[in-house]
C-alpha cells in the first residue's frame, strides 16, 4: 500500500528535506517523485516551522525514519 504522505519541511536527514511523518521518506523537494510533489502541494499535506503541532510532527517523523532504517537493515 502506498503512503500518502504528511511532509514535516525543513527537517530530516538532509536539513531541509521533506520527512514524511508515516513511513519516514526523506528528500529533497526536487528530488521526490512526482506523486510525492502532488501530494506535498496539497493543502494541509506539508507541516512548517510555525505550525502550533510542529514539534509533534518532528518527533512522529524521527519515529517513522528510526522504524525505515530498521526495516531496511
Known amino acids: 500500500m502506498k503512503c500518502f504522505h504528511l511532509f514535516v519541511d525543513g527537517f530530516g536527514s538532509m536539513g531541509d528535506a521533506l520527512t ?4 519516514g521518506l526523506s528528500k ?11 501530494i506535498a502541494a496539497l493543502p494541509g499535506r506539508t507541516i ?15 519515529a517513522a525514519m528510526r522504524k525505515r532504517d530498521r526495516g531496511a537493515s
Open 20 to 23: 514524511c511523518c508515516k513511513c
Open 28 to 38: 529533497y523537494p526536487e528530488a521526490l517523485s512526482i506523486r510525492s510533489r502532488i
Open 48 to 62: 512548517r516551522e510555525g505550525h502550533p503541532q510542529y514539534e509533534q510532527y518532528v518527533r512522529e517523523a524521527q
